[in-house]
T-cell receptor, first 115, second 111 residues
Framework: DVKVTQSSRYLVKRTGEKVFLECVQDMDHENMFWYRQDPGLGLRLIYF???????EKGDIPEGYSVSREKKERFSLILESASTNQTSMYLC?????FGQGAYEQYFGPGTRLTVT | QQPVQSPQAVILREGEDAVINCSSS?????VHWYRQKHGEAPVFLMI?????EQKGHEKISASFNEKKQQSSLYLTASQLSYSGTYFCGTEGFESSEKLTFGTGTRLTIIP
């Protein structure tokens, strides 16, 4: 079974702190994604990566950065956390087939609260 | 731009049928469907590729009308286990590997 794990289920941080959210997948997937999920807004893509050290902006990248130094690990960084970044963060991974998106496997999510 | 899902929420009794629609303003290469149960991660249901194919397994099926840029998910004879929020994810021709998800349809099945 594909497994996508996230470092924390719940996280509470203060405004202005630097926050790291970690995601690890164990199926050798090329693609990895970070989404945030808010009530009524669905899943919105923040960043994704299709290879080590490669990244592309999603629909809402402002205030976030990412790092992918190893194939299995994809980190989401909030350089200076703000209260409007309080949300559920979901990581996902998928295989790369070169043409078209393939099914994504999601982690359990990290509920981040910024106070 | 996010695809539009309808309805936003629906309540059904066990055994009833449901249809969830997903409509996009752009041409689509594929449509994906996921289900998320309360407190859990979204889980993949199926992919539909351009060509208007209909796919399904057991009592959950879907269609994709690429001309209308729409997809519909059909749940037949719903079971309690079908409860959850259903998301469609759309892939355009310019954004391979990347999905844009709709805002979700919350389905509640009652005994």
């Amino acid at each position: 079974d594909v497994k996508v794990t996230q470092s924390s289920r719940y996280l509470v941080k203060r405004t202005g702190e630097k926050v790291f959210l970690e995601c690890v997948q164990d199926m050798d997937h090329e693609n990895m994604f970070w989404y945030r999920q808010d009530p009524g807004l669905g899943l919105r893509l923040i960043y994704f990566s299709y290879d080590v050290k490669m990244k592309e902006k999603g629909d809402i990248p402002e205030g976030y950065s990412v790092s992918r130094e190893k194939k299995e690990r994809f980190s989401l960084i909030l350089e200076s956390a703000s209260t409007n970044q309080t949300s559920m963060y979901l990581c996902a991974s998928s295989l790369y087939f070169g043409q078209g998106a393939y099914e994504q496997y999601f982690g359990p999510g990290t509920r981040l609260t910024v106070t | 731009q996010q695809p539009v899902q309808s309805p936003q929420a629906v309540i059904l009794r066990e055994g009833e049928d449901a249809v969830i629609n997903c409509s996009s303003s752009k041409a689509l290469y594929s449509v994906h469907w996921y289900r998320q149960k309360h407190g859990e991660a979204p889980v993949f249901l199926m992919i539909l590729l351009k060509g208007g194919e209909q796919k399904g397994h057991e009592k959950i099926s879907a269609s994709f009308n690429e001309k209308k840029q729409q997809s519909s998910l059909y749940l037949t004879a719903s079971q309690l286990s079908y409860s959850g929020t259903y998301f469609c994810g759309t892939e355009g021709f310019e954004s391979s590997e990347k999905l844009t998800f709709g805002t979700g349809t919350r389905l509640t099945i009652i005994p």
